[in-house]
């Protein structure tokens, strides 16, 4: 089946540093959601993305939709502890469910 | 409801025993899916269901995996003879067609001694 390759797969940062994580895909998609899963919680919806090059902030948050339709990427500035949990991208074709990415798994540090 | 519920939170049961996990979708949601969830890990896809159509069974592990969703409502996911390897958190999540975006719910926590 189609997949999605999220990158990277966990990340240890400090405080008030800046992430990035994406997701690439051999194929198209029409919508790229991004969500966030808290321990102990179930993934909740952080942004979704439904043109080629649309750039969505949420507070902290922006996203892209890659311009090929092919890839996006979520980008957290100023990270500060709560932002500590699994990241997933997912992609959406015509016709399917979604597809969801392995996972980024953040770390922060005070 | 105001969100996807699951029951219980947490199930305990041994090696050999059936388990069935019940999912409660939003109201009016058409599609529910049921993914497994390994410690650490990314979503597992099981089961969807897509209204009156015929679920996408594509994903169960195993004959001993099977899920049933009444009256377009509620769901329940059984296991028979369940196994330690099936230990895991199962989410279910639901949307208001396929081509929609999911909203989960918390999961239940299945242990298998």
């Known amino acids: 089946g189609q997949q999605l390759n999220q990158s990277p797969q966990s990340m240890f940062i400090q405080e008030g540093e800046d992430v990035s994580m994406n997701c690439t895909s051999s194929?198209?998609?029409?919508?790229w959601l991004w969500y966030k899963q808290d321990p102990g919680e179930g993934p909740v919806l952080l942004i979704a993305?439904?043109?080629?090059?649309e750039l969505t902030s949420n507070g902290r948050l922006t996203a892209q939709f890659g311009i090929t339709r092919k890839d996006s990427f979520l980008n957290i500035s100023a990270s500060i502890p709560s932002d500590v949990g699994i990241y997933f991208c997912?992609?959406?074709?015509?016709?399917?469910?979604?597809?969801f990415g392995k996972g980024t798994t953040l770390s922060v540090s005070s | 409801g105001a969100g996807v519920s699951q029951s219980p939170s947490n199930k305990v049961t041994e090696k050999g025993k059936d388990v069935e996990l019940r999912c409660d979708p939003i109201?009016?949601?058409?599609?529910l899916y049921w993914y497994r969830q390994s410690l650490g890990q990314g979503l597992e896809f099981l089961i969807y269901?897509?209204?009156?159509?015929?679920?996408?069974k594509s994903g169960l592990p195993s004959d001993r995996f099977s899920a049933e969703r009444t009256g377009g409502s509620v769901s329940t996911l059984t296991i028979q003879r369940t196994q330690q390897e099936d230990s895991a958190v199962y989410l279910c999540?639901?949307?208001?067609?396929?081509?929609?975006?999911?909203?989960f719910g918390p999961g239940t926590r299945l242990t298998v001694l």
């Open positions: 999540a639901s949307s208001l067609g396929l081509q929609n975006e999911q909203f």
């Open positions: 194929s198209i998609f029409n919508t």
């Open positions: 993305l439904y043109k080629a090059g």
């Open positions: 997912a992609g959406l074709q015509a016709g399917t469910a979604l597809i």
């Open positions: 109201s009016g949601h058409t599609a």
């Open positions: 269901f897509q209204g009156n159509s015929a679920p996408d």
